[in-house]
């Protein structure tokens, strides 16, 4: 993939209410690691504001405007009257802004940091992680170590990934992957309104449908659960783990990679591979899959497919129905239990009673 920059770098990692970034201009974080400015992706003419490796400049781990692209090269990063980050083209108008926890800000200044963070406070304020907006919580298909992968229930952000729309275009594709919050927190992905896959809930080491979450191994990981925040992130271990990052691809897949100092270049440590029994309710009601048989879908005992000729042709998503009506008297305990509860309901419904 083949991106487009003019880029003459300030020797400075910030920038404060006075100064402007143009398209042409960059900045570089303090250490070295990433750099913000304008870019072009493939073929493309749209410009776009983004974040990026110094060592690989074509790997890109954050877009603002990714859903409104310029198309020419008058882009302008500067603060507004609120002390919030504008991207505007000809004429000023704006075509991306950042929505700051707190407001207005005095003192504005936008610092991008060496872990690859954006952020935005107040210049006067001696707390510099006190931050009124950062680009870690608007996440685009990257998630970097530090990143928080979740929900903040304060503030109402949701911290997901959505791939690229096609390799010349960063706009959202088909897939989200995002915190399930309702029950015990778990990792969706969706396709459109459809649920695609899962992970399962967190069980205190990883997540349950994916055991492959402690690849992480010499990386830090955490959980946070709370009544503020629920979320993922890990971190580097010290200055000789791997630098790695996780991305979600247009094809719904995700992927670890790794960034090799000896090829210059990033190399695939494990993929998610998300297999046709990780797929939400491929085998439908009352079907079991086992990836290691075929078919891979067979139905629960006491039960016979739904439709057989569908069933027959590899199609299992209408599951299976109960092979003989149900009885009530003898029998498994879970049969017996269900039988005292239909009694219960035509009871309370006869006698216009409620539970």
């Not at 398209?23 to 493309?44: K, Q, R």
């Not at 990063?77 to 609120?82: D, E």
């Not at 997901?160 to 309702?182: E, Q």
Request: with cysteine; hydrophobic share 35%; charged share 20%.
């Amino acid at each position: 993939m083949i991106f487009s920059y003019v880029n003459t770098s300030f020797a400075i990692d910030a920038i404060r209410a006075n100064q402007t970034i143009t398209d042409g201009n960059t900045i570089v974080s303090a250490g070295g690691n990433f750099e913000l400015g304008f870019f072009s992706p493939g073929s493309s003419k749209n410009r776009y504001l983004g974040i990026w490796y110094m060592m690989s400049k074509s790997t890109l781990v954050w877009i603002a405007n990714r859903e409104t692209p310029l198309t020419n090269t008058s882009g302008v990063v500067r603060f507004n009257n609120k002390g919030s980050i504008v991207v505007t083209s000809d004429g000023g108008n704006i075509v991306w802004t950042s929505i700051s926890k707190k407001a207005p800000i005095k003192n504005p200044a936008v610092q991008l940091l060496d872990n690859g963070n954006l952020v935005l406070r107040d210049a006067a304020d001696s707390d510099l992680e006190n931050y009124m907006w950062e680009s870690f919580d608007y996440p685009v298909d990257t998630q970097l170590p530090g990143m928080k992968f979740g929900v903040d229930l304060v503030h109402g952000i949701d911290r997901c990934l959505t791939p690229w729309r096609g390799v010349d275009d960063p706009a959202p594709g088909n897939f989200t992957h995002r915190m399930d919050t309702n029950g015990f927190p778990q990792l969706l992905l969706w396709k459109g309104s459809v649920l695609w896959a899962r992970a399962g809930p967190w069980v205190g080491l990883w997540f349950s449908g994916n055991s492959k979450t402690k690849m992480f191994g010499f990386y830090a990981d955490e959980f946070v659960f709370n009544e503020k925040e629920i979320y993922f992130r890990y971190e580097l271990a010290d200055d000789n783990t791997p630098i790695s990052r996780y991305v979600l691809n247009p094809d719904g897949e995700s992927s670890i990679m790794i960034w090799s100092h000896r090829n210059q270049d990033w190399v695939v440590y494990t993929t998610l591979h998300m297999g046709k029994c990780d797929r939400y309710g491929f085998c439908g009601p009352y079907g079991g899959c086992n990836p290691n048989n075929y078919p891979r879908c067979e139905c629960l005992k006491g039960f016979v497919p739904k439709l057989s000729e569908k069933w027959k042709a590899g199609n299992w998503s209408d599951g299976c129905v109960r092979e003989s009506p149900m009885t009530c008297g003898s029998g498994e305990f879970y049969e017996v239990f269900r039988c005292e509860i239909a009694r219960y309901a035509k009871f309370m419904v006869q006698h216009e009673l409620k539970p």
